[in-house]
């Protein structure tokens, strides 16, 4: 792998970590530069009140010298501000914590698995880390990659596509001003003021509620991603990368879903020349045809879960007693696909960077740009 990414760190614990290694030389990478997005992870209506304590800020430890990365692993530490809240609960020294075992597993989260997989008595061992809150990290990393892409003209956004029943209808073209003015980063108006209705409705009910993000990657020239082998395919880098994102449970590219239930003269998108330049009619394979880009916009959608941390918890059981109960509760978001659309613009990121890596390889920017320039020059003739 050319591009690898590497986070630690608890939800509660001092500080998250990343390391991201294979980032060429000569990239101006600075922390304010991280910050938007970081903020825009922890909005989004229906966040519970953990965001409101934390105000995420990447700091650079390594690999950035004088504004620019060395090609060395880039180190990266996100501070966690409720740790201060959490030192004796999270203590690293055996005299020094204090535990109160969770063992109401929450049901639809890692609560169980996560307990019977390493032994745990304790849920607290296994949601520090299974928590959402890991992707702060990817979110940070995401944002190297988006500068690197951003050297290519490449730019990566996302909007929310449903949350509950409510669907957006979707404009054309989009305004990102106005996704990134809604509280719900919906592209409407309209449906953006029904989503935060049915958020504040679940919230009031005690419920949760999932949706539906989509990451749309503007600017990706043709022949990333290969059809060599199935791990090669870049939908197949894509889908690992979404699903991987905590509560994602489907992904779809372009119109995969819908084009399921078509006849092939509705879904297929036919070449022209324009101006003695090629591209397609249209783009319901969402820029991705044999697991390569083919020049368009790459569209993926992601499908999250409702959140399963409930005000009016679960039915479940109590492990220690073994008798039925009601789940642990702890404070906690009511919807999160506004910002699952920033992690999956993350997500999405690293991806496109790690391929434009690999076909282009390049110790230094200047080494990248030299490739990736003489390839396009190639196929515009
Ligand atoms: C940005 C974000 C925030 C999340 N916040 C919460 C939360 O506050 N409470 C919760 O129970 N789950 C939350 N989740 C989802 C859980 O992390 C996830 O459901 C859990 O780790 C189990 O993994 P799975 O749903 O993929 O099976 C969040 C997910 C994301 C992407």
């Known amino acids: 792998m050319t591009l690898r990414l590497l986070t630690a760190g608890e939800s509660h614990g001092e500080r998250l970590t990343v390391i991201l290694d294979g980032v060429p030389a000569g990239l101006t990478v600075r922390e ?61 020294d055996a005299a020094a914590v204090k535990r109160k075992p969770i063992t109401r597993v929450r049901p639809g989260h890692a609560d169980l698995a996560g307990m019977l997989k390493y032994g745990a008595d304790d849920a607290r061992d296994v949601l520090e880390r299974a928590s959402a809150r890991e992707t702060a990290a990817r979110v940070a990393a995401g944002g190297v990659a988006k500068l690197l892409l951003r050297e290519f003209g490449m730019q990566v956004r996302s909007y929310t596509r449903s949350v509950g029943a409510i669907e957006a209808a979707v404009p054309t073209p989009i305004s990102w001003d106005a996704v990134e003015a809604s509280p719900v980063r919906a592209p409407d108006d309209a449906a953006g003021e029904a989503m935060v209705a049915a958020i504040d409705a679940a919230r009031e009910g005690g419920d949760t509620l999932g949706g539906v993000f989509t990451v749309i990657a503007d600017g990706v020239p043709p022949g990333l991603g290969s059809y060599r082998q199935w791990d090669t395919r870049l939908d197949g880098l894509l889908a690992q990368a979404i699903v991987s994102i905590p509560a994602c449970k489907a992904v779809a590219i372009g119109d995969g879903v819908e084009g399921a239930g078509l006849p092939g003269s509705q879904v297929h998108d036919v070449p022209v020349y324009d101006n003695r ?5 249209t783009n319901r394979a ?72 690999e076909k282009f390889g390049g110790d230094s920017m200047a080494e990248l740009h030299r490739n990736v320039e003489s390839y396009l020059q190639e196929i515009r003739k």
């Open 286 to 357: 969402g820029g991705l045809t044999g697991g390569v880009s083919n020049g368009e916009p790459l569209v993926v959608h992601g499908y999250m879960k409702p959140i399963s941390t409930l005000l009016k918890p679960l039915a479940t059981v109590d492990l220690k007693t073994r008798e039925p109960a009601r789940a642990h509760y702890e404070r906690s978001d009511i919807c999160v696909v506004p910002a699952a659309g920033v992690v999956g613009e993350a997500m999405v990121a690293l991806v496109l960077a790690g391929v434009l890596l």
């Open 277 to 281: 330049r090629l591209r397609h009619e």
């Open 32 to 92: 304010d530069d991280l910050a938007r997005d970081l903020t825009r992870r922890q909005g989004g209506h229906g966040r519970g009140g953990r965001m409101a304590i934390e105000h995420d800020a990447a700091h650079i430890v390594a690999g950035v010298r004088g504004g620019l990365t060395l090609g060395s692993p880039i180190t990266l530490e996100i501070a966690n501000r409720d740790w201060e809240n959490w030192r004796q609960v999270m203590a690293v």
